[in-house]
Structure formats: structure tokens, C-alpha cells
């Protein structure tokens, strides 16, 4: 299995890019060359990101977001924990 994020994800559990799995792990994303801390969801291949718009909410409580389009490098925080191998005693 490669180390690399999906091409897709998002925070939002509703969403079907939503993987809690990968979030628990910790991806980083960075966005024309700059790490952001307050992204919802990121697509590689379509080139955009959503971001938080600061402490709005809208009228059934979720975050507002803006689009933005550029370059995203998405990234694991931690290494995968690998699987340890047997010692010979």
C-alpha cells in the first residue's frame, strides 16, 4: 500500500469522502505552497480546496466555506505505523 493521501477528503462525516480513518491518522494539506490549518475538504485532481470562513455558520450550524482553486499537496502527518517485525530469540 502506497503512503499517499486520497485524491479527495473531507472532514464532514456526512460527506462520502469522509474517512475517519485517515483523519484519525492526521493529513496535511498544503495549498500553493502554504500550510492550512482550516480545510474542510481538499480535491487533488480538480485542484481546490474549501476552507473555513472564519466563525460563520450557516442556518443549520455547519461551517461557511470558500472555494479556492490552485495547487494542493495533501500529506500524512505521521508515518504509517508498520507492522513490527518478529525478533529472533
Given at each position: 500500500m502506497t503512503d499517499t493521501?486520497?485524491?479527495?477528503?473531507?472532514?464532514?462525516?456526512?460527506?462520502p469522502f469522509h474517512d475517519a480513518a485517515l483523519l484519525e491518522r492526521g493529513v496535511?494539506?498544503?495549498?500553493?505552497?502554504?500550510?492550512k490549518t482550516n480545510v474542510e475538504e481538499y480535491c487533488v485532481s480538480e485542484g481546490w480546496v474549501r476552507l473555513a470562513?472564519?466563525?460563520?455558520?450557516?442556518?443549520?450550524?455547519n461551517p461557511m466555506t470558500v472555494k479556492l482553486k490552485g495547487p494542493v499537496?495533501?500529506?500524512f502527518r505521521?508515518?504509517?505505523a508498520a507492522p513490527e517485525a518478529p525478533t529472533a530469540e
Open positions: 493521501p486520497p485524491d479527495r477528503l473531507s472532514t464532514d462525516p456526512r460527506s496535511g494539506v498544503r495549498f500553493k505552497g502554504v500550510e470562513a472564519g466563525n460563520a455558520k450557516d442556518r443549520f450550524g499537496e495533501p500529506y505521521t508515518p504509517d
